[in-house]
């Protein structure tokens, strides 16, 4: 079991920056593959970035460039980098930690934060 708290989110002028952060409760957090998704209203939830346990690195397209997503296994925390941030990034951005153990996967998400750019 895995609980995760985003952080971070707020309103941003057009080309600000912000950094959100994820911070993980429970065990072996190095073993689960983690990302970002964000959903803005009236939109389904799409991947923004995803980091493995093993180090493989993935962006949607229109974030690659802009964003960056690390972790720090030591203290179990994930980031989201956000630079050269758009109106079109406006969305309520998740947390988001998989694994597959025995054959099932399991994911767990956050409570979101929201990503406001506007002038």
């Known amino acids: 079991q895995v609980r995760l708290v985003e952080s971070g989110g707020g309103l941003v002028q057009p080309g600000g920056s912000l950094r959100l952060s994820c911070a993980a409760s429970g065990r072996s957090f190095g073993i689960y593959d983690m990302a970002w998704y964000r959903q803005a209203p009236g939109k389904q939830r799409e991947l923004v970035a995803g980091?493995?346990?093993?180090?493989?690195?993935n962006y949607v397209d229109s974030v690659k460039g802009r964003f960056t997503i690390s972790r720090d296994n030591a203290k179990n925390l994930v980031y989201l980098q956000m630079n050269s941030l758009k109106p079109e990034d406006t969305a309520v951005y998740y947390c988001?930690?998989?694994?597959?153990?025995?054959?099932?996967?399991?994911?767990?998400w956050g409570q979101g934060t929201q990503v406001t750019v506007s002038s």
């Open positions: 980091l493995t346990s093993g180090g493989v690195i």
């Open positions: 988001n930690a998989h694994v597959v153990i025995v054959g099932a996967p399991y994911d767990y």
